[in-house]
């Protein structure tokens, strides 16, 4: 069975560029999650999807970033414009169901901004 | 407020040795799940073990068990016979299956070195 994917793997931008990552869960699973990891720290919650609605936002500074699912599937995090600060690595995963279900990341997108 | 706590930042061990990463959280909840993550130096992050709050028994996935301790709210990782393989950041995440949403937090991390 395949794990999640995400893409790119690495990305370098400038400061105020738009950029794009793309995630697919594993097969089935309704719950997707975006996460930011900074550094020599834990990962923390950006955004949470059950299939294709947003129910857990409340971490995801809505100026700059923006997420999708659109069909309860893959899902794109964007970020317009970039700041030096969102150097980081982002990270995606999903689960069968909220609750207590078992989350799988994927191999995580590591961002640079210059 | 949820909450958890790695206070070991790094770790050596001996191959072959058994090692014990130290994990302590604090929640309100009486029903949540503990979970423990390894993320080698290519990033991903790979699932180690859960333990649920109710559960009566230690968790144990092979060479993982998780000596849950819930009156002192700790839910260390024990690794037997390590390997080299095993150097790698290791994070303990908990889920607060009432009042949290469902929402994950979770620790800073205990980088772990197995010295051949």
């Known amino acids: 069975e395949a794990g999640v994917v995400q893409s790119p793997r690495y990305k370098i931008i400038e400061k105020k560029q738009p950029v794009a990552f793309w995630c697919n869960p594993i097969?089935?699973?309704?719950?997707l999650y975006w996460y930011l990891q900074n550094l020599g720290q834990g990962p923390e919650l950006l955004i949470r999807?059950?299939?294709?609605?947003?129910?857990?936002d409340s971490q995801l500074p809505k100026d700059r970033f923006s997420a999708e699912r659109l069909k309860g599937v893959d899902s794109t995090l964007k970020i317009q414009p970039a700041e030096l600060g969102d150097s980081a690595v982002y990270l995606c995963?999903?689960?069968?169901?909220?609750?207590?279900?078992?989350?799988?990341f994927g191999p995580g997108t590591r961002l640079t901004v210059l | 407020a949820q909450k958890i706590t790695q206070t070991q930042p790094g770790m050596f061990v001996q191959e072959k040795e058994a090692v014990t990463l130290d994990c302590t959280y604090d929640?309100?909840?009486?029903?949540?799940?503990l979970f423990w993550y390894k993320q080698p130096s290519s990033g991903e992050m790979i699932f180690l073990i859960y333990?649920?709050?109710?559960?009566?028994q230690n968790a144990t996935e092979g060479r993982y068990s998780l000596n849950f301790q819930k009156a002192r709210k700790s839910a260390n990782l024990v690794i037997s016979a390590s390997q080299l393989g095993d150097s790698a950041m290791y994070f303990c995440?908990?889920?607060?299956?009432?009042?949290?949403?469902?929402?994950?937090?979770f620790g800073a991390g205990t980088r772990l070195f197995v010295k051949a």
């Open positions: 995963a999903s689960s069968l169901r909220r609750g207590a279900d078992t989350q799988y």
């Open positions: 097969s089935g699973h309704n719950t």
């Open positions: 999807y059950e299939n294709e609605e947003a129910v857990d």
């Open positions: 929640t309100s909840d009486p029903s949540y799940g």
């Open positions: 333990q649920g709050s109710y559960d009566q």
């Open positions: 995440a908990m889920r607060e299956l009432n009042t949290g949403g469902f929402k994950t937090i």
